[in-house]
């Protein structure tokens, strides 16, 4: 790609980039749009609609970027807690690391990179009919001396990575620690989850967790609920929940009383007395087992409670919101196949991927564009077009394609036997990183010269002499990538173009109320991903084509005012992980940085600077070292809390005057909603209890 190519591709993206953010400062203020910029806001009672017009609604203004910067990170944490937290913690690190590497890249680098002569001599006149080359590491000469600058940059970089990540890991650790010690007491702090319960005939799954767990947990065990198979119950349940849902819309807008009380006094009793017989064949061989504290709770664990290791497993117990109730629907036998199912949805989702990887590939190679299609060769020839096709076309099928992976990921990763919403998003995360990883960038960059090739097959050795070819060539696409898919994707989740054009066309067929809406939860599998690749394309590219820090910059600044923005008016939290991602974006940042280093070890063996090469053989093993220090150290207060934390902790209650009420309560947070009869009418008292009467609770 020349530098026009480029050029074009920077106007067009900052151009839709200034129209969200205008379209925006002035959509926002409509009062009609509050369900779709301020949901939250407007769900909490914070947003109110204005009673007169007032000029200023039609004008664009800045006022909310000062809201959104102004909240402090303690603010933010108890306002949206700490998952918040540390996914602002990502961009800010990535932030820190791209202003150090940049300035290395652009004072240092790039000098050093346009001095050298391999490729030809810049044209400054006609600096626009340039190739991106010219600015990269391709153009130092082989053998030069310069060369030691690039290493420099890269063992320079790696420290100050690995320092900064440390720091984090550091940082966030201490904080999930605060975060617990300064959290009220919850449900699923003193419940496990057992599965594969053994139950002897003639008996029942209740009476057999009731009877182990008083024999084996005496002095700790508190209560438990068992868990019914989603049947004929949830169905209806959900569709007698969703029917009075409808009622009560319909008789706010018409306000048909007499309808109201013949229709939901008269048929939704009828039916909750059919779910309550059909619940006796719905039992699962799983239940919610409460303890009267936190480190009665860890003892069960992480402790084996059965000769036979495959009965009796425990987990820890997801909170009551974040329970995924369609996983006890499967079998034993179903979930094993499942995740074969998965690791084969996964493949064949991957290779599918490769064919808009072709078609932008293409793209990006007029010539071989005019091979195919002879008869735009016109076309193809004429200046603006092909600035348009090599520089954004490309980029915009690759984002297009890419909208739908992580929906994707998140379905297949819901079939893996996770009982909770948090797991199977963080399981969505790390597989739509390795597509990411692999589809866009080794499938970008190892098939560049190959538009018709369908499968790619590589010898290891060769690999790090491969991308050290063909990496630096792809610089100018992976630019061109970071301003489509960071400036303008990330402005989109500002203007929220989705949410808005569904607004407009639901509203001839809907009344304007504040009440039948849902705030949507944030999307963590998509969009740390995307900040992920982002970086590992700053480490890739840091030291081969710098001229790709100050767009990384332009993103992460974008990103760090419009997703606070997001996070204060849109999106209300479904879950709390206690920052639970921060290891996936650790372990992510340690392959980018050994990526990096092998690269460095291929550019300087094709550069012919064999002792270059040799000084970089121990960055990869210092890395990974520093990692797996990093894992006996860190992660292990990501996955549970130590006796000291447990211990304090239920010491502190112990006085809390509220903690015998809760706990005669916490196993009824474990009640399947779809199982729980909602209040219909005052007359029909008897609704009140649940349908399943499978907790109790020892005195």
Not at 157 to 163: G, P, R
Not at 229 to 257: D, E, F, G, M, P
Not at 282 to 307: C, D, K
Not at 432 to 448: D, E, G, K, Q, R
């Amino acid at each position: 790609m020349f530098v026009s190519g480029l050029l074009a591709s920077v106007a067009i993206n900052f151009t839709l980039c200034t129209i969200f953010f205008i379209l925006y400062s002035v959509l926002r203020k409509q009062p009609g749009n509050y369900k779709v910029y301020a949901p939250r806001m407007l769900a909490e009672g914070r947003a109110h609609r204005p009673r007169r017009f007032h000029l200023d609604r039609l004008l664009p203004t800045a006022g909310w970027l000062k809201n959104a910067w102004q909240p402090s990170e303690n603010d933010l944490l108890a306002y949206s807690g700490l998952d918040a937290v540390v996914f602002m913690r990502i961009i800010i690190f990535s932030f820190k690391v791209f202003c150090i590497a940049g300035f290395i890249g652009i004072f240092i680098l790039i000098p050093v990179n346009c001095s050298g002569n391999q490729l030809h001599d810049m044209d400054y006149v006609n600096i626009a009919n340039n190739t991106l080359e010219v600015f990269s590491i391709s153009n130092v000469n082989n053998g030069s001396d310069r060369l030691w600058y690039h290493l420099g940059a890269v063992y320079f970089v790696t420290l100050i990575v690995c320092y900064l990540l440390y720091a984090e890991y550091k940082n966030i650790a201490s904080k999930r620690i605060a975060y617990f010690f300064s959290s009220e007491p919850q449900p699923h702090q003193f419940t496990i989850l057992v599965s594969n319960i053994p139950v002897s005939k003639g008996s029942s799954v209740r009476s057999s967790v009731e009877n182990f767990f008083t024999e084996y947990h005496p002095d700790t065990y508190l209560s438990s609920v068992v868990v019914h198979r989603k049947s004929k119950v949830w169905t209806v349940s959900n569709a007698v929940k969703n029917l009075y849902k409808k009622i009560i819309n319909l008789r706010r807008v018409h306000n048909q009383q007499q309808y109201m009380r013949v229709d939901h006094q008269e048929k939704m009793p009828d039916v909750e007395v059919n779910v309550r017989i059909d619940k006796s064949r719905e039992e699962v061989r799983a239940a919610f087992v409460s303890f009267n504290s936190r480190y009665g709770a860890a003892i069960a664990l992480h402790m084996l409670q059965a000769n036979n290791p495959t009965q009796w497993l425990t987990e820890q117990a997801p909170e009551p919101q974040d329970v995924y109730w369609p996983f006890f629907s499967s079998t034993f036998m179903g979930r094993w196949i499942s995740k074969l199912i998965v690791i084969v949805s996964c493949v064949l989702v991957t290779i599918l991927f490769l064919i808009p990887v072709f078609i932008v590939q293409g793209l990006t190679n007029l010539a071989q564009l005019e091979t195919y299609f002879p008869a735009l060769k016109n076309i193809l020839t004429m200046s603006i077009v092909s600035q348009v096709i090599t520089g954004y076309v490309p980029n915009l099928i690759l984002q297009v394609s890419l909208k739908i992976v992580p929906p994707i990921m998140k379905v297949i990763s819901s079939q893996q036997g996770y009982t909770c919403v948090s797991e199977i998003e963080r399981s969505a995360c790390h597989k739509v990183i390795w597509f990411t990883v692999f589809n866009v960038f080794f499938a970008n960059v190892l098939s560049a010269s190959a538009f018709s090739l369908v499968f790619i097959i590589l010898e290891i050795k060769e690999i790090p002499s491969k991308l050290a070819v063909s990496v630096p060539a792809q610089a100018s696409f992976f630019i061109a990538y970071v301003v489509t898919l960071g400036w303008t994707s990330t402005s989109s989740e500002l203007f929220r173009v989705i949410p808005f054009i569904g607004s407009l066309l639901c509203k001839p067929f809907s009344r304007n109320s504040d009440h039948d809406f849902t705030v949507p939860s944030f999307p963590y599998h998509q969009d740390i991903p995307k900040i992920l690749f982002f970086g590992l394309l700053g480490f890739t590219y840091f030291f081969l084509a710098p001229l790709i820090i100050p767009f990384l910059l332009g993103y992460f600044a974008l990103a760090y005012i419009i997703y606070r923005n997001q996070l204060l008016n849109v999106y209300a939290p479904k879950y709390e992980s206690a920052g639970k991602f921060w290891p996936v974006v650790h372990d992510s940042t340690i392959f980018s940085l050994v990526l990096m280093q092998s690269i460095a070890f291929g550019i300087f063996t094709l550069k012919k600077l064999p002792h270059a090469t040799s000084v970089t053989l121990p960055l990869p093993v210092l890395t990974l070292l520093f990692n797996e220090y990093c894992r006996k150290r860190f992660l292990p207060i990501f996955t549970a809390y130590s006796t000291e934390a447990l211990r304090k902790k239920d010491r502190e209650d112990q006085s809390h005057p509220a903690m015998p009420q809760f706990l005669n309560q916490v196993s009824a947070a474990y009640h399947n909603p779809a199982l729980v009869p909602m209040s219909y009418s005052a007359s029909y008292d008897s609704l009140h209890k649940p349908l399943i009467p499978t907790a109790e609770v020892r005195g």
